[in-house]
């Protein structure tokens, strides 16, 4: 049994388990890779969500509960660990595309310094181009 999250306007109205997935694009299945991301102590991922009322964010592929400044927040450090590697020294990507990807970054930090909880136009994470 997989658990999906029925929507209106993007706001969860309803929550089932069914075997198969249900007819029409107004649901999603709920798995990790939908639920909010929440940071522990500790700055661990770990994974929570949805209820009825939360928000489902269709360039994300992500739910939040309303809150989106701490949902932006905790999408752009992920987006940040996920890119740790694409600065690192000897990865060896050209230093064109290094400068690309710094590029990036400084985006997502910008988001993380915005107070603004509206529409966020998320940066694309540049291609990898190594020497």
């Known amino acids: 049994m997989s658990k999906y999250a029925k929507l209106e306007n993007n706001v969860v ?6 075997e198969n997935a249900p ?9 990790q890779s939908t639920q909010r991301i929440i940071l522990d102590e500790n700055n661990n991922p770990g994974y929570e969500g949805p209820s009825i009322g939360w928000i489902y ?3 994300t592929g992500r739910f939040s509960d309303g809150d989106n400044t ?11 660990k996920d890119s740790d590697w694409a600065v690192l020294p000897d990865v060896g990507l050209t230093p064109a595309n290094v400068e690309l990807w ?7 930090r910008a988001i993380i310094r915005n107070e603004d909880s509206g529409h ?4 694309e994470a540049p291609n990898k181009e190594y020497i």
């Open 102 to 108: 710094k590029t990036y970054r400084s985006a997502l």
């Open 120 to 123: 966020i136009i998320w940066p």
């Open 23 to 31: 007819s029409g694009s107004d649901w999603v299945e709920v798995s």
């Open 70 to 80: 701490k949902f932006n927040t905790e999408t752009a450090l992920q987006k940040l």
């Open 57 to 59: 964010n269709t360039e």
């Open 13 to 18: 109205v309803n929550i089932v388990e069914y």
